[in-house]
Nanobody
Framework: QVQLVESGGGLVQAGGSLRLSCAAS????????MGWFRQAAAKEREFVGG?????????YYADSVKGRFTISRDNAKNTVYLQMNSLKPEDTAVYYC???????????????????WGQGTQVTVSS
């Protein structure tokens, strides 16, 4: 069992930056692949990006955020980060981190592949 707590959301103007953090409980954080998802009002939850377990040799991004968002993990701090630059109004959503006990370099892009979820943090980008 792992518990995830996101932080770092807020209100930012278009073109600005935010860094989201997701802190995980437990001693086996490095064994989890970590994903970031977002859900805008009246829309389905979508994959933003993810990083594979351990050293994070595999990283994926959704096309909509590629080149603007960066995912990283610090296993010593049991934390995964989402650095968001050049934010756009269409990035407005609740952002969730999720953990998948994959024990491999496989990195899922579907929400059903993830076992644990945080409560979400709101990101609002004003135009």
């Amino acid at each position: 069992q792992v518990q995830l707590v996101e932080s770092g959301g807020g209100l930012v103007q278009a073109g600005g930056s935010l860094r989201l953090s997701c802190a995980a409980s437990g001693r086996t954080f490095s064994s989890y692949a970590m994903g970031w998802f977002r859900q805008a009002a009246a829309k389905e939850r979508e994959f933003v990006g993810g990083i594979s377990w351990s050293g994070g040799s595999t990283i994926y991004y959704a096309d909509s955020v590629k080149g603007r968002f960066t995912i990283s993990r610090d296993n010593a701090k049991n934390t995964v980060y989402l650095q968001m630059n050049s934010l756009k109004p269409e990035d407005t959503a609740v952002y969730y981190c999720a953990a998948d006990r994959s024990y491999s370099d496989y990195l899922g892009k579907r929400s059903l592949e993830y076992d644990y979820w945080g409560q979400g943090t709101q990101v609002t980008v004003s135009s």
